[in-house]
């Protein structure tokens, strides 16, 4: 995480810098719903480690700035921020949850994930992670390879300086096109080459869902279904949370109100916490949106006692193999 990126595209960090100023002095990033309330929760951001452009003490600064009482750092396939995040909570007094979000498969759509308060050092969750930041960089190569067919003059180091250490991701493609002059938008370089369907786009390796499962319970966390619609028909959020996920994201920038609302009936129905967030990813990635959609602070307090319910499921599980191997 050097501070390579600015010296290499000098307009795109000078931007980044002024929304950055803009961000922080003003109120009028807040929902108008939301102007005036304090507190309350921002449970899905992401900052440089993935494909976001603030580091994660800065994004918890700003949370603290919005009066918001707890965050959750959730970069893609990485929990390498999560120290500074946690740190950073502690210092500003706000209430940080370890995050990650995965993305994964569920009867062929591709869903993304969220894990919550797990342990960030977890061994099993930190090698299959490293295992998906290597397949991201080849297929980052694989992606730079095809723009040169296409005739398109991108090198991979260019990419790898736009990502500045964090996972690789197209967003970090699409900003090196930018800043070579390949395209003339962020937007134009998805829109041209990188998104589906597009000559450039290349898939990636996902979870499936119980993979997902093991690693985040086995790092004694709660797993969330992501923005649901987005991804999946009602029918489908509605069999993938009987299959057994832990919460459901309800509130995101995605979602209409009517999605949010029945979501939040299924997240009743099924007992399970009714989680969300901004999504933000900083300054240069769309509205700086931090803080703009929040869920109430008692959110937390409900994952908090779901890992306690998986804690106690762990451990009796644990028991449970110890006795039948004849240990006291
Ligand atoms: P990846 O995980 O490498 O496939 O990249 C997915 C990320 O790219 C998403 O989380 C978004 O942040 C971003 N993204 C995907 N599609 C678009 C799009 N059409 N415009 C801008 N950003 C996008
Ligand atoms: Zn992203
Ligand atoms: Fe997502
Ligand atoms: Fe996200």
Redesign the pocket.
């Known amino acids: 995480m050097g501070g390579g990126r600015r010296a290499v595209e000098p307009d795109l960090g000078r931007r980044a810098r002024v929304d950055e100023r803009k961000a922080a002095c003003s109120v009028s990033i807040v929902h108008p719903r939301l102007r005036g309330m304090l507190g309350g929760a921002d449970l899905h951001l ?1 900052s440089r480690h993935s ?1 976001g452009t603030l580091p994660p003490a800065r994004l918890m600064e700003l949370c603290a700035g919005q009066g918001l009482e707890a965050a959750s750092l959730t970069d ?1 396939d990485t929990v390498s921020g999560v120290a500074e995040a946690l740190e950073a909570g502690r210092r500003l007094g706000i209430r940080v949850l370890s995050g990650v979000e995965l ?1 994964a498969e569920f009867r062929g759509h591709e869903v993304h994930l969220l894990g919550y308060g797990f342990d960030p050092g977890d061994p099993a969750l930190l090698s299959a992670l490293e295992d998906h930041r290597r397949e ?1 960089e080849q297929r980052a190569e694989r992606i730079v390879a095809r723009l040169n067919q296409l005739g398109v003059p991108l090198r991979l180091e260019q990419v790898f300086e736009a990502a500045d250490g964090g996972v ?4 970090h493609l ?1 900003d090196a096109l930018l800043r070579s002059g390949l395209v003339s938008s ?2 134009g370089a ?2 041209r080459y ?2 589906p369907g597009c000559p450039a786009f290349v898939s ?1 390796i996902r979870f499936s869902l119980d993979q997902a499962r093991q690693l985040i319970e086995g790092a004694g966390g709660l797993l969330v279904l992501a923005h649901p619609h987005l991804n999946l028909s009602s029918a489908n959020i509605r069999l993938l949370a009987e299959e057994g996920i832990g919460g459901l994201e309800t509130v995101h920038p995605g979602l209409k109100p009517s999605q949010s609302r029945e979501l939040e009936e299924l997240a009743d129905r099924l007992g399970i916490p009714a989680t969300g967030g901004s999504d933000c ?1 900083g300054p240069g ?2 509205p700086m949106c931090l803080g703009s959609l929040r869920v109430p602070p008692e959110t937390v307090d409900r994952i908090e006692a779901a890992l306690r319910g998986i804690e106690r499921r762990r451990a009796r599980a644990m028991a449970g193999a110890a006795c039948s191997r004849g240990e006291r």
């Open positions: 992401h494909d893609h993305s991201r690789l991701g197209r967003p699409a962020f937007q998805f829109e990188l998104n990636r990813h990635r769309g």
